[in-house]
C-alpha cells in the first residue's frame, strides 16, 4: 500500500516538473517581444535587427521538435528530457549574459534546441506515466499550462524587463530549470528503449528539419516584407524548396525500412482532425494574441506591465478550466467539446470584430477575452488527450511532436496571414480615403506613400509626431489614420473568425470519441 502511495504521489510531482518544462519552453516563444525596445537601446542597433532574436528561436524550435521526439521514442523519454532542459538552462544564461546581438541570436537558436525538447517530450512523458482517467486529468494540467505560457508572455516579460531589464528574462530559467530537472530525476521512470537495434534514420531526420525550416523561414520573409508578392525569389524559393524537401521526405521514408515516421498515422482520421485543430489554434489564436497585444501597447498606449495585467481576463480561464478538461471528456464528446470549444473562440472574434472601432474602450475587449480565454482554456488539454488516443507507446513522442509542429507552423502561417488580412485592409482605406480638399496631391501622395511604408502599428506614432501636428489638415489627417488602422483590425479578426469556425467544422467531422473508435 505504501509503494502504491509514494508511486502515485511521484506521478504528481513528475506532472509538475514536466508542467515547469513546457511553461518555460513555450513561453520563451514570445516573452522576449516586449522587452525588444530596451535591446535595441542596450545594442545600439535596429527594431529589425532585434527581431532576429525572437525568430532563431522560433525557427529553430520548430525544426528540432520532430527529430528530438523520435530520439526520445527511440533511446528514452526522461534522458532527452533532461539532456534538453541542461541545454536550455546553459543557454538561457549565456542569453543573459550576451555581450552582443550577435551572440544573443545563437544562444536563442541554441536554447529552442532545449525549448522545443521540453515542449514535445512532456507530452509523451505524461502519456507514459498516466493511464486511464488519471492521464486525461494529467492531460488537462498540461494543456492548461500551454494555454497559460502562450498568453501570459507580456505579462511575465514585462514584469521582469521593467523591474529587472531585459537579462532577467533568461536568468529566471536557470533556478527553475534546475529545480524541474532534479525533480524529474527523482521522480520519472525511464520510458522503454523502443530503437534498441534499429538504426537512426538519419536522411528522414535532415530533409524534415531543413523542409520546416524553409517553409518557416518562407513565412517570416513574408511578414517581415508584407508588400512582396508571394511570387518574389525571396519568399517563394523558400517556400517551393520547402514543399520540395517534403516531397522527397515523404518519398525517403515510404522506402526505408525503420522510418522516421510513421505516414500511416496520416491514414488516421482522428489524428488528422487533431492536426487541424493544432493548427487552427497556433494560426488564429495564439497569433491573434500578438496582434491584440500591439492593439494594447502601440494603439491603447499602456506599457508592457499594464498590457499583461488587462490580458489577466484572456488568461486566467487556463488556471481554471485546464484540470477540469479531463472530467469533461468522460462525460461528454471530446470532438463536440472540442468542436464547441473553437466555434467559441469563433463567436469570440465576432464581438471583437463589433468592438474594432474608433470608440474602442478597454471595458469592449472583456467579453470577448473572456471568450477567447475561456476556448482557449479548453482547447489545449482536450487536444493533447484527443490526438494521443490510440497511439502505440512506441509512436507517443512523435505523434505529440507532430501536434506540437503543425501547432507552432500555425502560429507562423498565422501571424503573416492575419498581417496580410490587415495590411491589405489598411493600404485599401488609405488609398480610398486620403482625398482631402486644398491639399497638394503631391502632398497627400507623399504622406500615404510614408503611411502605408510605417504600416498600421506604426501609423500611429507617424501621425501623432511633431513634423505632422502642425500641418492645417492634421486633425482630418489623424481621423483617416485612426479609421484606416481599425479597418485592419478587423480584417486580423475576419481571418481569425473564419480559421476557427473552420476548424470548429473539420474537428466535428474527423475527431472521433474513444467509445466510437472502440465500436
Given at each position: 500500500m505504501n509503494n502504491t502511495n509514494e508511486r502515485s504521489t511521484k506521478r504528481w510531482w513528475a506532472l509538475l516538473a514536466l508542467s515547469l518544462g513546457v511553461f518555460m519552453g513555450l513561453l520563451d516563444v514570445n516573452i522576449v517581444n516586449v522587452a525588444l525596445p530596451t535591446m535595441v537601446k542596450s545594442f545600439h542597433t535596429t527594431f529589425s535587427n532585434v527581431q532576429w532574436v525572437i525568430s532563431a528561436y522560433t525557427i529553430s524550435y520548430a525544426v528540432v521538435i520532430l527529430v528530438l521526439s523520435k530520439l526520445a521514442d527511440m533511446y528514452g523519454r526522461k534522458k532527452m528530457f533532461l539532456t534538453c532542459?541542461?541545454?536550455?538552462?546553459?543557454?538561457?544564461?549565456?542569453n543573459g549574459l550576451a555581450p552582443s546581438l550577435l551572440v544573443l541570436?545563437?544562444?536563442?537558436?541554441?536554447?529552442?534546441?532545449?525549448?522545443?525538447?521540453?515542449?514535445?517530450?512532456?507530452?509523451?512523458?505524461?502519456?507514459?506515466?498516466?493511464?486511464?482517467?488519471?492521464?486525461?486529468?494529467?492531460?488537462?494540467?498540461?494543456?492548461?499550462?500551454?494555454?497559460?505560457?502562450t498568453v501570459s508572455g507580456p505579462l511575465i516579460g514585462g514584469i521582469l524587463s521593467e523591474a529587472f531589464g531585459w537579462p532577467a528574462i533568461f536568468y529566471v530559467n536557470?533556478?527553475?530549470?534546475?529545480?524541474?530537472?532534479?525533480?524529474?530525476?527523482?521522480?520519472?521512470?525511464?520510458?522503454?528503449?523502443?530503437?534498441?537495434?534499429?538504426?537512426i534514420d538519419f536522411a528522414g531526420?535532415?530533409?524534415?528539419?531543413?523542409?520546416?525550416f524553409s517553409a518557416v523561414f518562407g513565412l517570416i520573409q513574408k511578414e517581415d516584407n508584407p508588400h512582396l508578392a508571394w511570387t518574389s525569389p525571396k519568399i517563394a524559393l523558400w517556400l517551393l524548396a520547402a514543399t520540395v524537401l517534403l516531397a522527397i521526405f515523404i518519398f525517403v521514408e515510404l522506402k526505408i525500412d525503420k522510418p522516421m515516421m510513421n505516414l500511416a498515422l496520416f491514414k488516421n482520421k482522428n489524428f488528422v482532425g487533431a492536426v487541424f485543430?493544432?493548427?487552427?489554434?497556433?494560426?488564429?489564436?495564439?497569433?491573434n494574441n500578438v496582434f491584440l497585444t500591439s492593439l494594447m501597447q502601440n494603439y491603447m498606449g499602456y506599457s508592457a506591465f499594464s498590457t499583461g495585467v488587462r490580458q489577466i481576463p484572456l488568461t486566467m480561464w487556463a488556471l481554471f478550466l485546464g484540470p477540469v478538461t479531463g472530467y469533461l471528456s468522460s462525460k461528454f464528446s471530446t470532438r463536440k467539446l472540442i468542436s464547441g470549444s473553437l466555434l467559441l473562440s469563433a463567436l469570440s472574434f465576432l464581438v471583437f470584430l463589433n468592438a474594432?472601432?474608433?470608440?474602442?474602450?478597454?471595458?469592449?475587449?472583456?467579453?470577448?477575452?473572456?471568450?477567447?480565454?475561456i476556448s482557449n482554456a479548453l482547447i489545449n488539454p482536450l487536444l493533447n488527450t484527443a490526438g494521443l488516443a490510440g497511439a502505440k507507446p512506441e509512436e507517443i513522442g512523435m505523434t505529440s511532436g507532430l501536434i506540437n509542429v503543425f501547432r507552432q507552423l500555425g502560429v507562423s502561417f498565422g501571424v503573416v496571414i492575419l498581417g496580410l488580412s490587415q495590411t491589405n485592409q489598411y493600404d485599401n482605406y488609405l488609398n480610398n480615403h486620403m482625398t482631402f480638399t486644398g491639399v497638394p496631391t503631391e502632398v497627400l501622395a507623399a504622406i500615404k506613400h510614408a503611411l502605408i511604408d510605417a504600416g498600421p502599428f506604426a501609423s500611429q506614432a507617424f501621425v501623432t509626431s511633431a513634423k505632422m501636428t502642425h500641418l492645417p489638415f492634421h486633425s482630418t489627417l489623424k481621423t483617416v489614420t485612426d479609421n484606416a488602422f481599425f479597418a485592419g483590425m478587423r480584417g486580423v479578426t475576419v481571418a481569425s473568425l473564419l480559421i476557427t469556425a473552420v476548424g470548429g467544422v473539420l474537428a466535428f467531422f474527423l475527431l472521433q470519441d474513444p467509445a466510437k473508435k472502440e465500436n
Open positions: 532542459m541542461i541545454i536550455f538552462v546553459v543557454a538561457s544564461g549565456v541570436d545563437i544562444g536563442r537558436a541554441v536554447q529552442a534546441f532545449g525549448g522545443g525538447g521540453l515542449m514535445t517530450i512532456s507530452m509523451a512523458l505524461v502519456a507514459s506515466i498516466f493511464e486511464g482517467k488519471e492521464r486525461g486529468f494529467a492531460m488537462g494540467i498540461l494543456g492548461s499550462v500551454m494555454g497559460l505560457s536557470v533556478p527553475i530549470g534546475i529545480f524541474a530537472a532534479i525533480l524529474v530525476w527523482l521522480t520519472v521512470a525511464e520510458t522503454p528503449s523502443y530503437g534498441q537495434g534499429q538504426k531526420m535532415l530533409l524534415s528539419a531543413v523542409a520546416i485543430v493544432a493548427f487552427a489554434l497556433g494560426s488564429a489564436i495564439y497569433s474594432m472601432t474608433t470608440k474602442l474602450a478597454y471595458t469592449d475587449l472583456l467579453a470577448p477575452m473572456a471568450l477567447l480565454g
